[in-house]
DNA sequence: GCGACAG
DNA sequence: ATCTTGTCGC
């Protein structure tokens, strides 16, 4: 599975170097700590692209700790950006700025379909689009983009670190469910690995993907189809 | 120089 | 992310 990558276009090394650098900018605001309160509101967001030019992004919002769905908003706009590894925020995270202007109620954190700090500059999604909006977000992720990591057991709440070069805690590998591939799990902005992990263990319900963003991508897949 | 590479 | 059928295992 993604073994190998057919030889894409190559994205214009000006650009890669000037996003590279808003990113190292933005990167100097994220700041790790824990929740200052049990949070009452947790949303999940994902993105899907009806069209190669075209970006539809999801947010839905859960009550915490029972997880009712109270609220699911989307936005549609255009694609401005191929994806480039390390640099998906700037590809995704403009509309999903503008899906979560629509949500009446504001969550206390965000569950981010993508990394956190477990990025090559430290500056995943989740940390880009919580230093935006100042806001708390962690990201949950479904394969790893940087870091190194054992395998975790095979049996569901089994976690293990993911580590940069030189020890540093990037996330952490969890087993949410028997025998399935591990999710990643960094913090984003405003928010801590504890807590992280922990608001992931509490949002799962059976599945191989949290609430959260398990529903985010459900309404991206399912709203695309009534385009 | 040779891999690796979120969604 | 997206395209796409059947199939294996809990």
């Not at 629509?102 to 569950?111: E, T």
């Not at 670190?161 to 960094?186: A, H, M, Q, W, Y």
Request: net charge positive; with cysteine.
């Amino acid at each position: 599975m993604a073994y190998y990558r057919p030889p894409g276009p190559a994205p214009d090394p000006l650009l890669v170097r000037d996003l590279t650098r808003l990113q190292d900018q933005l990167r100097s605001q994220v700041r790790l700590e824990p929740l200052s309160a049990e949070p009452r509101f947790i949303a999940g967001c994902d993105s899907s692209f009806p069209t190669p030019e075209t970006v539809l992004s999801v947010f839905v919002l859960l009550r915490f700790p029972t997880l009712e769905v109270v609220e699911k908003v989307y936005h549609v706009g255009p694609v401005t950006l191929p994806y480039i590894p390390g640099l998906l925020a700037f590809r995704e995270a403009p509309n999903l700025l503008l899906a979560y202007e629509k949500l009446r109620q504001k969550p206390d954190i965000i569950m981010v379909d993508g990394h956190g700090i477990a990025h090559p500059r430290r500056m995943g999604i989740a940390a880009h689009l919580g230093v935006e909006l100042n806001q708390p977000t962690f990201g949950v992720a479904k394969q790893r983009l940087t870091g190194h990591f054992v395998e975790p057991a095979h049996s569901r709440g089994s976690i293990a670190p993911l580590t940069g070069k030189d020890g540093e805690l990037l996330g952490e590998v969890i087993r949410s469910k028997d025998n399935v591939l591990p999710l990643f799990v960094s913090p984003g902005h405003r928010c801590d690995q504890a807590t992280a992990t922990r608001l992931t263990l509490a949002c799962l319900r059976g599945y191989k993907l949290p609430e959260p963003t398990r529903l985010a991508d459900h309404w991206a897949a399912e709203f695309k189809k009534e385009l």
